[in-house]
């Protein structure tokens, strides 16, 4: 996943709305959200090459979302598999802190990544590039393959909009999923610096990807609520097709 954001505890009626955009290339064989047959208390997507996820949440609240951090001189072609981070999360029992500091004993043997893990109580963040637990306060976050609410065009654009519709009493998550398909760029003097080719940096700035072979594939939505039912709506988009595909659940978390 490669664009998100969320508001956690400062609106009156969601602790957690939070929304994303997953971008990859085309050809990855990967599943949509779905409650998974060998573990049907996870409702996430599914990469069916390497057997992780990207985002998820669980029937007792447990949420988690991964990004890559972009550093292309520091790959590793032996690393596991980022998206197992969010599974294990998903799948275990332990306290967001303490599975986030579980990691730190392999923590350099993964590629870079941006970690959320948090249950209905509290919420924490790690990155292998910062190298800390921070446990999240009440606030409005944004996050890409940078560190969390990084400077770069599409976050900020991201982070301005989402606020303004969650400050709409009747807003909706068709609203929402309808925001992520933006497709602005920045000035070149605004695009992100990644060490990537300038036109491939710049096809890569906006909260909306297309390109002929990479690009946005879905959008997510998730609210909990303070009593906390779960809403979740997924939006996968069809590589050349107009035609999009929704999906929704919604739990109770018990």
Known sequence: MCLLTFAWKTHPQYKLIFASNR?????????????????????????????????????????????????????????????????????????????????????????????????????????????????????????????????????NRLKTKFTDIIKQADFSTQTLLDTMHDTTKPSDDKVQQTGLPMDRERMLSSMFIESPTYGTCSSAIVLMDYDNQVSFVERIYNTGNPEVKEQSFSFKVG
């Open 23 to 155: 971008d990859e290339f085309y050809k990855r064989n990967t599943a949509p959200a779905q409650y998974w047959d060998n573990n049907p208390n996870v409702l996430a997507g599914k990469d069916l090459e390497a057997g992780g996820t990207w985002m998820g949440i669980n029937k007792n609240g447990r949420f988690t979302a991964l990004t890559n951090y972009r550093d292309l001189e520091n790959i590793k072609s032996q690393a596991p598999s980022r998206g197992m981070l969010t599974l294990d999360y998903l799948q275990g029992t332990d306290t967001p802190q303490a599975y986030l500091e579980g990691i730190f004993n392999n923590i350099d043997a993964y590629n870079g990544f941006n970690l959320l893990a948090g249950t209905p109580e509290e919420l924490y963040y790690l990155s292998n590039y910062e190298h800390k637990v921070r446990q999240l306060e009440p606030g409005i976050y944004g996050l890409s393959n940078a560190l969390l609410d990084s400077d770069w065009f599409k976050v």
